[in-house]
Each structure stands twice: as structure tokens, then as C-alpha cells.
């Protein structure tokens, strides 16, 4: 059985806004076994409006785009068959895959926007 590795890592945006919006990933690397799901937690913490993203970079690749949130809809289907789901009561806004392929070994980014 294969294993994956994925490095996980935050992005803080210091916004225009005195306001601090951050987001924290808590887990900085996940392995789970090909065909396993996964589940990428990322809390935000924010002020204003809310914008949130997932980006995905492949090894010697740039950011690659996988899903984003505004508003509407809390659970928000991507490419490559991932998903996140917005959860306002506990700030978490995790990054989910029903069943990983050793490709989707990474590095994953959520972004405050
Ligand atoms: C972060 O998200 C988790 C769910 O993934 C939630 O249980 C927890 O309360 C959140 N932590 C904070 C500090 O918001």
C-alpha cells in the first residue's frame, strides 16, 4: 500500500484592514494511505467579509486554484474531486477528498482573502 504524504501549510493574510484575519492549519503534515479519505483542517479567524480558498501546488509546480467560498451554499466542490465545507460555529472551513490517489501528494494552502 502506497503511502502519501502532504504537507500542509498556512497562509496568513495581513489584510489593509487593522482588523487581523488569519487562518491556522493545524496539522503541518498529513499521511493517509492511497484510497483513504482525507480531511485537511484549516480555522480562520477574520473581522469583515469572508472569502476563503483552497490552493493545492504540486511538487515543481506553481499554486494550482481548487475551490473557493463567498457565501450561499457551506459546502463547496473543487476539481479533483475535493470539497470544503464552511462551518461559521467552529471558524473551520476543512478541505475533505473521499478517496486520495498518491498524485494528490502536495503541498495545501487555504487562504483568507
Ligand atoms: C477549528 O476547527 C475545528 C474543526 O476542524 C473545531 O473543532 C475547533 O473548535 C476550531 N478551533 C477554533 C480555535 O476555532
Known amino acids: 500500500m502506497l503511502l502519501l504524504l502532504i504537507l500542509v501549510l498556512g497562509i496568513h493574510f495581513a489584510l489593509r484592514d487593522a482588523r487581523a484575519q488569519s487562518v491556522t492549519q493545524p496539522d503541518p503534515y498529513v ?7 482525507l480531511e485537511l ?28 467560498y463567498y457565501s450561499g ?10 470539497e470544503a ?3 461559521k460555529r467552529e471558524s473551520s472551513f476543512n478541505l475533505r477528498k473521499q ?12 487562504v483568507l482573502g
Open 41 to 68: 483542517r484549516c480555522n480562520y479567524s477574520y473581522g469583515g467579509a469572508l472569502y476563503l480558498f483552497w490552493y493545492v501546488q504540486y511538487p515543481g509546480q506553481g499554486f494550482q486554484f481548487l475551490l473557493r
Open 31 to 37: 499521511s493517509v494511505s492511497e484510497g483513504d479519505s
Open 85 to 87: 465545507e464552511i462551518k
Open 73 to 82: 451554499d457551506t459546502v463547496v466542490q473543487g476539481i479533483k474531486g475535493f
Open 99 to 110: 478517496s486520495v490517489h498518491w498524485s494528490d501528494t502536495a503541498k495545501y494552502f487555504c
